[in-house]
């Protein structure tokens, strides 16, 4: 029996969504991890009636708050490979069996 290349990783074995990692990169964060505070914009603190400042109590004066989509961890999970970055098709072996 003939060992033929894997159609889908074409030889490399890799997980062709996330190019081996298990992982992308977060698009909505860029990897970093947090997003600018929806409920002051990034400026963390807000003028209260008096014109004294107030914290922003959302990102509690940071600015930032974790990213949503992320939860904060800057990368988001490979289903396609299950997060272990080996090409689903042929388990990582670059040949189909
Ligand atoms: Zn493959
Ligand atoms: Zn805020
Ligand atoms: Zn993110
Ligand atoms: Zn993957």
Redesign the pocket.
Known sequence: MSETVCTKCEGTGM?????????FICGSCEGDGVETCPTCGGVAHFEGEEGNLMQCYDCGGEGTVPCRDCEGTGTLY?????????C?MCDGNGVMS
């Open positions: 997980c062709q969504s996330c190019n081996g990692h298990g992982y490979c289903e396609q490979c299950d997060g272990t970055g080996r689903n």
